[in-house]
T-cell receptor, first 111, second 111 residues
Framework: KQEVTQIPAALSVPEGENLVLNCSFT??????LQWFRQDPGKGLTSLLL?????REQTSGRLNASLDKSSGRSTLYIAASQPGDSATYLC??????????FGTGTRLQVFP | ETGVTQSPTHLIKTRGQQVTLRCSSQ?????VSWYQQALGQGPQFIFQ???????GRGNFPPRFSGLQFPNYSSELNVNALELDDSALYLC??????????FGPGTRLLVL
């Protein structure tokens, strides 16, 4: 049974810092790994999707890496801004066609 | 904007009642999935529909049921509501079975 864990659960940083969010999964038989952003009380916004054959994906200030053999993914946010404040969720996608989510990292970036 | 809409945005019900939540996805998105997100948790997979047939189910009792219609809309029905059913309910549609586009969610409160 796939379990997805995210560390840290919460993070508070000053504006401008580079930061790393961690995601680990127990079953390496995944199709892809996805990172989402969720603002309070809102739905999910897809940030990055890494196929199982890929090592990383980049979008603007965001970079996500995937290491299937070790069951880990990281989301790197460069030059953080207050607008980055949100909960970040990673999810592993399986051949059962469902996403298995972690519990998220709640990020606060203060000016 | 993901092109996925959900209604209603908020709903209050009492224990034992029944509720129907609705989702409308983009044309061509043949797969729709429903997730339950309790406060402070990651979303949990309820079930998925592909071309109007159930195509996978998570660990939820039969009182959670769904329908998918030819016009790319879908419903989540929950009977005999319990207090623990209070959560944010998210639907996600997909054109290819992998890339998931989430709606804004329906927040259900059961009293």
């Amino acid at each position: 049974k796939q379990e997805v864990t995210q560390i840290p659960a919460a993070l508070s940083v000053p504006e401008g810092e580079n930061l790393v969010l961690n995601c680990s999964f127990t079953d390496s038989a995944i199709y892809n790994l996805q990172w989402f952003r969720q603002d309070p009380g809102k739905g999910l916004t897809s940030l990055l999707l890494i196929q199982s054959s890929q090592r990383e994906q980049t979008s603007g200030r965001l970079n996500a890496s995937l290491d299937k053999s070790s069951g880990r993914s990281t989301l790197y946010i460069a030059a953080s801004q207050p607008g980055d404040s949100a909960t970040y969720l990673c999810a592993a996608f399986h051949n059962t066609d469902k996403l298995i989510f972690g519990t998220g990292t709640r990020l606060q970036v203060f000016p | 904007e993901t092109g996925v809409t959900q209604s209603p945005t908020h709903l209050i019900k009492t224990r034992g009642q029944q509720v129907t939540l609705r989702c409308s996805s983009q044309s061509g998105h043949n797969t729709v999935s429903w997730y339950q997100q309790a406060l402070g948790q990651g979303p949990q997979f309820i079930f998925q529909y592909y071309r109007e047939e159930e195509n996978g189910r998570g660990n939820f009792p039969p009182r959670f049921s769904g329908l998918q219609f030819p016009n790319y809309s879908s419903e989540l029905n929950v009977n005999a509501l319990e207090l623990d059913d209070s959560a944010l309910y998210l639907c996600a549609s997909s054109p290819d079975g992998e890339t998931q586009y989430f709606g804004p969610g329906t927040r259900l409160l059961v009293l």
